[in-house]
C-alpha cells in the first residue's frame, strides 16, 4: 500500500512540475494553452482572414471580418480597400463605392482605388462620375 501511495505522490508531483513549466525541453500548460488560444481580434488579423475568405471566394464571410477590422480600427485603409473588392464581386456596387469613398478620404493618393470607383461608375453607366474618378486616379499617379 505505501508504493502505491508513494508511486501517487511522484505523479502529483510530476503534474505540477509539468504543470508550471519545470521540466526542461517540455512546455507548460499555460504555453500550450496560449499556442491554441483563439488569435487576436484586431484590424490587420480580421483582414488578413478576409482576404484569405475571399481568395477563396468566400466574400460574405471575407466582408464579415473586414466589418470586425473595421470596428477595431476605423482609420486601416486596406479593410476598407478589401471590402470593397469584396463589394464588387457581390455586385453590390454602391456599398462598394461607399468603401472607395471611405479609402479616397483616409488616402487622396490611392490612385487604386479611385480608378476602381471609377469602374463602378463607368459600369453603372455614371460617365461623368466616371471620368471624375480616373482623372483623380491619374493625379494620383495611376496608370489610366
Request: net charge negative; proline share 7%; with cysteine.
Amino acid at each position: 500500500m505505501r508504493i502505491l501511495w508513494f508511486a501517487v505522490l511522484i505523479l502529483l508531483v510530476a503534474g505540477g512540475l509539468y504543470l508550471f513549466g519545470f521540466v526542461p525541453g517540455v512546455p507548460s500548460a499555460p504555453s500550450l494553452m496560449a499556442a491554441v488560444a483563439p488569435p487576436p481580434d484586431d484590424a490587420v488579423t480580421n483582414t488578413s482572414r478576409g482576404v484569405a475568405l475571399a481568395n477563396m471566394g468566400r466574400y460574405q464571410e471575407a466582408i464579415e471580418h473586414f466589418d470586425r477590422a473595421i470596428a477595431a480600427d476605423p482609420g486601416y485603409v486596406d479593410a476598407w480597400r478589401n471590402k470593397a473588392l469584396a463589394l464588387n464581386y457581390l455586385g453590390r456596387y454602391q456599398d462598394a463605392i461607399a468603401c472607395y469613398e471611405e479609402v479616397t478620404r483616409l488616402d487622396p493618393q490611392d490612385g487604386d482605388a479611385w480608378y476602381s470607383m471609377g469602374a463602378i461608375y463607368r459600369r453603372l453607366g455614371d460617365g461623368p462620375k466616371a471620368d471624375e474618378c480616373f482623372e483623380e486616379a491619374r493625379r494620383a499617379g495611376y496608370p489610366v
